[in-house]
Structure formats: structure tokens, C-alpha cells
């Protein structure tokens, strides 16, 4: 920086930041900021964020607002700068840092755990520094924050590092305005702060300190499975390279064919096991450090780590236990998934880790707590953009938007899959982590804690708060806010997809045709829908104009585990389609519709998935919500391209526009007993999906006349179609947006509730 002072008649400013501006080095920075440009004043944080009251010459003051917003720290967000006092007159010499102040309303916000900066890094490995190999190093731009705090404002004793009392080394450079550590309230050395520990698989000791991350790294390399702590909750890890560790874990899990997650020692470790190009390498050292689906490159690694994936989910270290194991010699490729049982939350307890008994060999516990469980975030490229897949650690619990039209409370308690919640309030828009399925009991528990702390760190009182859930009446969201005081809204699940999106995008007014496709959702006639295209604006509303044709769905929701027995209700009406399923589910889904049982309708894209799944020869039980489009998918891509569509989508008026899947099914069978390879169908499949969604947004154009297009459900996760449809819409003209900041499948519902609710709170 090159800032300098003028002569002119000094002023005084009082400023307030709004933003996410504790725990990132935010005051040290204003501190140095004045100090460099010749000011006076001081700087405090206070529930409403930072508190700044500065003094010198008009010009310099100006420089110095303007260098706050420009060369902010950079874990810190700034969501607004606001001039409360401005007067003639100079303060006493000097600038300050004030201690904080815990009186008023609450909006400030919570920081994301932090990815490791490079300069807590480099002192790791400085054998003169005296936090070298030290796993708990930390400053205030790096290090955990969401899951340590307990309340605000973010102050040590409101945090899990309260137990831990400084030394006097520490707590001089906690206390130096001039320290990186100033006020990095996890700060810690080894001679005051917590230790890690290695146990055998009965949880007993075997080393303490730094010789424990040395056994940790040779047991690694000799294939034992680890239960190591990090961030936010425990992960289990082996050597990505090792079959037999690899199918051992997904035995002991009972995880037989959901992807595993991936961390790479480096950027070179990943060369040839994936495709890294510039957006993916940038993505994957993004500061948030998400776990990135990448394509898998031609150097083969055991088949179970992905099975059935065209992907791999890889991340790189973000703490810096990881990345000591890795310079101790741990396999430079490490399978780091979640460490539970399948279909369970994350452990983050250390009190809790017997849950995860016949799971670990070892277990690498460190002493530090942690408040709650954040899971590792999940994101991916499409039109060489990033977009999330998980929204949780290192996006969690920051803001998604700003703006008036929140200025009320409100709560969004989101789906039943892949639960997050949502809260407005000052104008802020929060998305809670990724809470997991609330069918789970532990899911559910973190559910309604995550509702107290959010409503609790914010002074947001429930029985003024309006209280949104979705359609379905035995959601475990929607009983839950039954539950609770305040007035409640439901909303319609694919209109809450489609507002998601318009939401992140500050489109309140535009008009906007919105394809929402996924596996369920209950619609306002009874049928279960998945297939909607929804025609308005956020603020006028939105209707539904069009749908994937119904078919019967023979067994109701268990029919999403069973893509042959979903099948069966989109075949029925056809010939010769029984030869490609298995004897017994036909024979069984016959009964079924001869019986005079009630059966739920559903005009389901992911069904319908199902269904091309399911005659190309995937005829097992779903091992995770969505395996059977990612088979289908992985096919499709291995055809580069083909010259000609050879299926269609077609559009016939009913009720509402339909689009008819029959002729598609029937060329899809066609082609199966002509011998076309099944990569083949798959592809002109997702063609027909793409080119369907072109011709309905253009029959809906020209007789409403929307020129924007929004993507949104869990269907949508497929880069495949969602690429082929961006361009088939792009091609006629369309402005085309999706979810970017929170996930398109269930995970961005709440954000969706939340928006539709703005004419109501």
C-alpha cells in the first residue's frame, strides 16, 4: 500500500462493516490501515459486526474507506459499509483496538472454518518456529471458527478453545495488534494448547504428539483404515491405491457402491487419476478447499473407489494435520470419507467414536472440540463455472445474498433429503451446513440444534417468526414445525426449487420458465412430482404450465430404490419390454397393477432415468439416492459424439403440456433388440432430454414470451445434461440460469421456501 496524509481541516468518521468480518484478522487490518495512513481512532466488534471511529484529513479519510473494502483480509466479507457520524474535529492520538462489546442486536455473521493460509504453513515446516510440526497452528486468516463457536460475539470464551488457557507466548502475540495472532481466538502452541493422540482400534493409547502423526503415516501406508479428526467432524482413511483397504472400508461400512471421497498430497499426486484443467485446479485450491468432481483420467485406480461413477471427488489438505501426515509418508492419494456407518451422519465427538467400532483400525483423536458437525462441501464445474453439490464447510454458515426484501425473520426448514435450513433476518440470507437425511435420528437431532443455534446466535425469536416447510404433511421438517410457535407456510417443493434459483440471482421480478426435475416432490393434486416446468416471476408467482407425462409408480417411494419396479409404470403401455427386466419384479409389478391397491402417480424425470437405467441392465437396489442416473450418465459420455438425434421428448396438450416419454421408450427399445450399443442409447437419451426442455421452452415463448430459462433439482447434478441443455437453449436465444451458491438438489430448497415466503412474513 502507498497511502498518504494531507494538511486539510481534520473529520471524524464513525463507521459500521457489516459482513463477515470477526475471526478473519479483520481489526488488525484496520488497526495497521490507520496506523500506515496516519490516523487516529479505534476499532471494536460488537454484535452488529465492527465498530470503527477514525480521524483524519477528509481525502485520507476517503483513501482509508476505500482500502477497507478493497484490501479486506481475505476470509473476510464485507456486506456493507455504513457512514452512522460524520463531524469536524480530530480524536486523541493513536489508533486502538477496544475490547468487544456484547450489548445490542445481533448482525454479525458467523465465519466458515478456514483452509490453512500459507503463512501458518510455512512456519509449520520452519524447524525456528516454534509451532513447527505443531497441528493445531492457527492465525486470524486461518483455522476452524464455525465449529469451535458456541455463541457471539467471537470471542475465545465463547468458543470449544475456551478450556485451553494461554501461555504467556501466546497470549503476548494475542494481545499484539501488530501479530498475525492478534486476537485469533483458536491460537495455540504446543506448550498451552491441545494435543493429538493415536488409539488402537479399543480406543487405547499408543502415542501422543508429533509421534503419533509419524504411526499414523506408516499405518496408512501399510493399508489400516484410520478414523482421523479434522475440521469439522471425523473422517475415515486408507490409501487410495490399496484395493483391499479400499473394499475392507466399504465392507465395514456397509457402503457397497456410493463413491468415496478423495485428498491428494498436491496437484501433482493427482496427475493422470483425473482431468485438471485450469478451472478445476483453481477450484480445487479455492480457500474454501471443496471436495471437486472431476472426470476420471486414464490412469486406472481400483474400480470400487467410484464404482459406476464417471467421476472422482477429490479435494487437497485444509488443515494442518493433513498435511504433516503427508509429509510423514502417508500415500500421497488417500481415501477421506466421512467417518460413519452408511446411511449416518458424520462422528464429531470424540465421546461418540464407539459408534465406529469394527470401522478403525486406529484412530487419530486431537483434544481440540468441536461445537457441531460440518461436513466437507462438494462442488463441480459446469459451463467451466462452479457450483455446489454440498454446501458445508468453508461456505457455512456465510450469507448466500443481501437484500431489503428480507428484512423480516424467517425461518425455511427445508426438505427430508439432504437437509439445510435457511434463516432471514436484517436483510441477510444464511444457509445452513448440510444437515444429511432427516429419515436419520442423528440428522434430525443436528436439524433442530441447528435451528437453536442459528435462532439463538441471532436473537431471532420464534414466536415472531415465520415458520416455512414444504408440501408434504409428514416430512420430518414439516412436523417438526408444527412444533414450533410462530405462523407456518407451506410450499410447494419444484416451485421452491425454481425460487431457489431466482433467489441467488436477485431476480424478484423477471419472468423466468423454470424446469425443475428430480426423483420426488409432492405435488398439489396428490401425484408425486419430479418432471415440472413452472412459468412467473419470484414476486408474482410461479405456475405450473407443464409435466412429464404421469405413470403409475408401482410401490410408491420405495419405488426410487428399485429402478426396475419404477419401470414398470412407464413400460406398461408398450410391447415387448419385459426381456430387460428381471422375471420376478415383472411378474410382481403385474400383480401390482392388476390389484385394485391404490397406486401413486408420478411425472418423475428421475423416474424416467430409472426406467432407461433399468432396461440398459441396471437392475439392483439403489445403494444411494441417484446411482442409476450417474450409471446411465458415466455410459453417455463415453460416446464423444453422434451425428444424428435419434429419439425425441414429444409435446402433446392435455390438461396442461405434456411431454409423451412412450415414443422415447419405444425407440429405446427399438434400438436394444436392433443390438445399438448401450453407451449409445444412453447418449441420444440425455440428447432427447435436452432437445425436449429447447422445444418446450420455445412452444412456452411463443405464447408468453419468457426469455430466461431457469435449472433447478437434483437431476440437474448431471453436467452431461446440463450441458447439452445449456446449449440447445443458448442456440434459441435463452438467458439461462441455475443454482451456483447453494445446491440445485434438495439441498438449496430452504433458500427456495424462504423466497416464496416474501409476501407472507
Known sequence: MNHSTSPLQPETLRLRVRGVVQGVGFRPFIFRLAQQLGLSGWVRNDLEGVLIEAAGPPEVLAQFVRAIREEAPPAARIEHIEVLQQRTGSLPEGFAILESEASGSITTLISPDL?????????????????????????????????????LPYDRPHTTMRAFAMCADCAREYHDPLDRRFHAQPIAC??????VHLWDAQLQPVASQYPAIVQAALLLREGQILAIKGLGGYHLACDATHAGAVERLRTRKKRRFKPLALMARDLEALQGYVELDGAAQQLLQSLERPIVLLPKGPVPLPESLAPGSPDLGVMLPYTPLQHLLFAEGAPPLLVMTSANRSGEPMVYRDEDLGRLSGLADYYLVGERPIARRVDDSIAALADEKPFLLRRARGFAPAPVLQSEHFTNPVLALGAMLKNSIALSTGGLVLVSQHLGDLEELEARLAFQETIHDLTQMYQVNLDETLIVHDLHPNYPSSLYAAELPGPKLAVQHHRAHIASVLAEHQLWHKEVLGFAFDGAGLGEDGAIWGGEVMLGSLRGGLQRVAHLRYAPLLGGDAAAGLPAQAAIGFLRELCHWEVYLPQRTVELGRKMLESKLPIASTSSMGRLFDTVAALLGFHTHQDFEGQAAMWLERLARRVRHESQARYSLEIRPAKLLEWDYRPLLEAVLADLRAGLPKEQIAWHFHLALATGVAQMALHIREQHGPQAVALSGGVWQNRFLHNLTLSALRALGFEVYWNKTVPPGDGGIALGQLALALDYA
Do not use: W
Open 190 to 195: 504446543p506448550v498451552c494448547g491441545p494435543v
Open 115 to 151: 483452509t490453512l493460509c500459507p503463512d501458518c504453513l510455512r512456519e509449520l515446516f520452519d524447524p525456528s518456529n516454534r509451532r513447527y510440526r505443531y497441528p493445531f497452528i492457527n492465525c486470524t486468516h486461518c483455522g476452524p471458527r464455525y465449529s469451535i463457536i458456541e455463541q
